[in-house]
């Protein structure tokens, strides 16, 4: 009986073969025809998509490789054409030195009737190296064209890839766009939440996980934590080649969280190094004599306030600052029905001006955005009749987009502040009443630098005293006027200072 010799097959398509109606199966069937026809025992046939993962493909053309290199009784390599083995030289490469193992192995290349081995004609390796050129040329150009497509869709605004954590691609109007996928854009927020509040990676991903949250389906690993807390994606950009792009997506974090996360981050390498939030620094107290801002020290336990740039400055104790604070929030108390309706009148007016601003504001950024994208107009209808090179129009509608982008993101954040000064105003009462309460059984230290970021626009030292001015509602209620004490229907206005030594010597 003769023994047949063995064969493996190759069959592999590009998404574009598969798109012109070109299958694996089609192709499949030829290698298995010229197998039958030359009385091959044809072992397996392996088939490999370009739409699957490069690295899968990688690692099946590597196992093949393995195979025939290990399995001397296989010579036979059947493939319908060149750039169906080889699409870059290191499969070529892989390919001849099997080839030049034993003159026994061959490759055959269906299509092209030609079969290629270690004692083939110098016109034939010659024709296979040209071949292989080609098919290397075509794998190569393919790539730079798609990177070009990619790169084009990055300078829009639109991150080229397929997958990030936290949204998801949704068709609109013709094209793929990012959209915020609640659940795992929930998770994301937890994350940068847990860490700003000081701790550790490690304890992060054990809080995650006793919450029920899962990144992918799975608990979150460390590493992958890190890379979340780190990527801009999340603050409305995104990293395309090493290169930052302004993002047309929704952000899920702010720009202070995410910045202050990073501070984190970067400062030690660890939060769970940082041992204090300075409720009071970062700018929020000011020195009477230069201005500057008072800086928090930890020294023994214990945190301290004090100016830089004056010289022979004494230290401000972080618990004599806090003392002070509770005293002036002691008075947004709101106890006399006239003095509650008092305060809904001075909030409306408020919140009055504040639309009216806000109004003004959203018009001219209106207006500025309807010339930019009368701009983008003229710049496209200048290009498509020739009188602006490709570069110069690629440049200036980047620089259009760009500037687009921030218009609409303002007109954006103005819409949310209005709504949110709707709010701020309607809510007061109960912060109000709840203030002290707050910052003295709830709060963070990160918290009560947030809220008083907000409530006041002016904190100063006077030495014996802080000086505040409050805003954004809270005025009203600080210097709202008193029922005079045994006389009904008088009023008199609060003093705001409250005098009491700060200083540590």
Known sequence: MIKLMQAIGLSRVSTKDQQEGFSLTSQTNLLKEYSKKHDFDLVEIIEMAESASSERNRKLFRQLMDRLDKDSSITELVVEKTDRITRNWADLVAVNNWLQKNENNHLHLVKENLIINKNSKSTETFIWSIKASVADFYSRNLREEVLKGMEQKALEGWYPNNKKFGYRLVLKEGRKVWEINPAEAFFVKQAFSLYASGLSIKAVVKRLFE???????????????????KDVFYIGKFNWRGQIYEGK???IISLERFYYVQDLLQGKGHSRTIK????????????????HSLVGELQK???YYRCHECKDQKYLKEELIGAE????LEKFEIVSPRLADWIKDALKSYRNEETLFTNDTLKKLADELELYNVRKSRLYDDHVDGKIEDNLYQQKMAEYDTRIKELEAGISQNQRNDSLSYKLADSIFELASKAKHLYLKK???EEKWQFLRLASSNITNRGDYLDITFKNGFDVLFNRPKLQIGEPGRIRTSDTRLKRPLFCH
């Open 443 to 445: 709060f963070t230290p």
């Open 249 to 251: 997506h929704e952000p």
């Open 301 to 303: 336990g214990q945190v």
């Open 325 to 328: 604070i509770v005293k002036h």
């Open 211 to 229: 919450m029920g949250l899962r990144h992918s389906g799975r608990p979150v690993a460390g590493d992958h934590l890190w890379k979340i807390l």
């Open 276 to 291: 204090h939030f300075f409720a009071y620094g970062k700018g929020l107290i000011k020195c009477p004599t230069c201005n």
